[in-house]
């Protein structure tokens, strides 16, 4: 499974996971044991929610999930990845309250609540194109770092 790449796919993937979940008991039996979530607002700016190893991976969909959770998807390589994007919000924080109850009202409509060790973040920007603009800076630079020589390679991750 390749990761995410972009903020857009991310929030695709927890689209998708809104989507999957009322019609799959497998993977609503699944939900309280997902400790880290991440969390974006709706059109309608309601919270969605989505697991760190459902959303962390591109083009995820309930049936990749259940066939290959339990061999080799890993939430640590996942949340990795997902922190360039979103940011934790503490437990002292009121949002982390909201984003708390939303999860759970989120969750009891299956049976669920969420684990006791639940992390929840929220995605850095408000427009999903504006994480699209510095993703397509960064592969730019990355494109012209493959034309330099290795001594100026050096000298700009000295200076990072």
């Excluded at 940011?87 to 708390?100: C, G, Q, R």
Aim: proline letters at 4%; charged letters at 20%.
């Amino acid at each position: 499974m390749k990761f995410a790449t972009s903020a857009t796919q991310v929030i695709s993937a927890i689209e998708n996971f809104g989507h999957d979940v009322p019609n799959n008991k497998a993977l609503q039996a699944r939900l309280s044991f997902a400790r880290a979530w991440y969390a974006v607002k709706s059109q309608t700016g309601s919270w969605m929610f989505g697991p760190s190893k459902f959303i962390g991976y591109s083009d995820m969909n309930a049936a990749k999930y259940l066939a290959t959770s339990d061999k080799g998807l890993d939430g640590r390589k996942t949340e990795a990845i997902l922190q360039q994007w979103f940011t934790e919000i503490p437990t002292s924080e009121d949002l982390h309250h909201e984003l708390k109850s939303a999860l759970f009202d989120y969750l009891s409509q299956f049976g669920k609540v969420p684990s006791t060790k639940t992390r929840i973040s929220i995605i850095n920007c408000d427009l999903p194109d504006e994480m699209e603009k510095f993703n397509k800076i960064a592969d730019l630079i990355i494109e012209v770092s493959k034309l330099l020589p290795a001594s100026s390679l050096s000298r700009i991750k000295a200076s990072i």
